[in-house]
């Protein structure tokens, strides 16, 4: 080879070397996934419960934040918390207090904090039974099951719509009669949920499904406790968060997202799933499918059936009692013994750090509180089906937005940092209603950005910050490699040069 070959190969092997690295450098780091929160970013980081009504507040708000830009990104439940904790989100939306453990790493970090409940939401068990695939409403209306009905179809011990266990789902009529699957399929999603939480929690509570539950869970998933988790039991589940699951409940075209158009073949994979309130309306917040999903009315410790309304989601919320400590709220078990009470409810919270923001941060973040309990914000919360703040929750937000301020005029300097996220703790913070959070599996792979300007259609808005999701993977073997292979290759392109003869 001479000596102009010798300098193509050396080029090439250059050439080669350069690209690796590039495309190791693109895969990212942990510290990406939350490189959204930038000095003019105010990042939001939770899971997927509240995440429509998050995005409507943060679309409507965007223009009164002067300079800065806010986002959601959806990191999981747990996640977001840890985020936050670190240092590596500015505000976490969760559905469950910090651990002791990420307490303590919050504290480390010089983060105090204060928790902001500003949305009471039911976990609704929504279906998918078409009574009437030619109506313009097809599905079967006025559906109602008690807590141990709920329970065997979430354990299989019913399996059939139209079988005698559930003669008085239409209210002692007889059994419902769907045109599009008499086969019961129960659907849940893997990721932690407070929507898993929730469900739980209402079998826990009532003596005739608790005990089916627990024996269904320790002798058929041979688990050792049937206790609550965020995490469904025997980790079985639809991964990808709420939307993938109403996707398997409603399938959709895979170019228009929108449902398919014969609701015969709906809900033949899931027609029944826990899904949080915010998620069932159409094209209004997360769903995107085009079908506004229907739910069962459940019944409560009352005995009385009730549908996840504004009226049963208020009155479980007015019958609730706040900390005044930590501002937690925590709900009668199963609607206690108001007979309007919706019983399965959750409390959504801002976890707002009230030291460590940038003036320009807390400013903005402080003027978000004030919008949120704002006509218009209440406006937002329960327009996609979650109660309306009661006047306990607002002075709450009013006050902590004037804490937030207070810190905007003080010299501070920004934590927002690219912090590797720890492993998930294990700690035991307590929980609303009592308990202790378990241990869970770590986060799906499937973490999914949620900028603001993608409510309802999946695309960015003109302000939107675009974020990839962090793989996992370490760039350290995919470089080493890479540059094995380059040499590898160079070496043996020199040797077949030699091995052959002369032109």
């Known amino acids: 080879m001479g000596p102009t070959g010798t300098r193509a190969s050396w080029r090439l092997l250059a050439a080669m070397v350069v690209s690796i690295a590039a495309v190791a450098l693109c895969v990212g780091s942990p510290s990406d996934r939350a490189s959204a929160s930038t000095a003019t970013t105010l990042l939001f980081e939770g899971g997927t419960f509240a995440e429509p009504i998050m995005n409507r507040l943060l679309v409507d708000d965007e223009s009164s934040m002067g300079t800065i830009t806010p986002s959601y990104f959806d990191a999981n439940v747990d996640v977001g918390r840890q985020d936050f904790a670190s240092g590596a989100g500015d505000v976490a939306v969760t559905e469950f207090p910090l651990t002791s453990a990420e307490a303590s790493t919050a504290a480390s970090n010089g983060r105090s904090f204060a928790y902001v409940p500003f949305a009471a939401s039911a976990d609704a068990l929504s279906y998918v039974l078409i009574c009437s695939s030619g109506a313009q409403d097809p599905f079967c209306p006025d559906l109602q099951v008690t807590a141990l009905q709920a329970e065997e179809m979430f354990s299989s011990d019913i399996t059939q719509w139209n079988g005698p266990t559930l003669s008085t789902i239409t209210g002692g009529t007889g059994p419902v009669d769907p045109e599009n699957s008499h086969t019961i399929g129960p659907g849940d999603i893997i990721d932690p949920s407070a929507s898993n939480y929730a469900l739980l929690s209402y079998f826990a509570a009532d003596p005739s499904a608790s005990a089916a539950w627990t024996q269904f ?5 041979h688990q050792s406790s049937a206790a609550p988790t965020e995490a469904w039991p025997g980790d079985q589940g639809i991964s990808g968060g709420d939307l993938e699951l109403i996707e398997n409940m409603v399938p959709v075209n895979s170019t228009t997202g929108l449902a398919l158009p014969n609701n015969t073949i709906w809900g033949q994979n899931v027609n029944v799933a826990p899904l949080p309130v915010d998620w ?3 094209s209004a917040g997360g769903n995107t499918t085009g079908v506004e999903l ?16 504004l009226a049963g989601e208020s009155a479980a919320l007015n019958d609730a009692t706040i900390d005044p400590t930590t501002n ?7 609607g206690g013994s108001d007979p309007a009470a919706y019983p399965i409810m959750v409390m959504s919270y801002l976890v707002v750090p009230t030291s460590g923001l940038s003036a320009a941060k807390a400013a903005a973040l402080s003027q978000f509180l004030q919008f949120v309990f704002s006509s218009a914000g209440v406006s937002d919360i329960t327009g996609l089906g979650a109660a309306p703040p009661t006047p306990a929750m607002t002075k709450i937000g009013d006050a ?9 005029s003080a010299p501070v300097t920004s934590t927002t940092t690219t912090t590797t996220v720890a492993a998930r703790s294990t700690g035991g913070g307590s929980l609303p209603g009592g308990g202790s959070s378990p241990s869970f599996p770590s986060a799906s792979a499937n ?3 949620s900028e603001i300007g993608e409510v309802g259609t999946g695309s960015g808005g003109a302000n939107a910050a675009v974020t990839l999701a962090y793989t996992g993977v370490d760039i350290v073997p995919i470089l080493g490699l890479g540059v094995v292979l380059a040499v590898a290759g160079f070496v043996g392109r020199r040797r077949l040069r030699r091995s052959l003869p002369p032109p």
């Open 217 to 221: 869970v320790v002798d058929t998933l």
């Open 294 to 309: 229907p739910a069962l009315a459940v019944q409560n410790a009352a005995g009385s059936f009730v549908a996840p309304t």
């Open 328 to 334: 937690l709220v925590t709900f009668p078990a199963n």
């Open 447 to 449: 973490e999914e950005s």
């Open 400 to 408: 902590v937005a004037a804490e937030v301020a207070a810190e905007a």
């Open 280 to 282: 069932l309306p159409s």
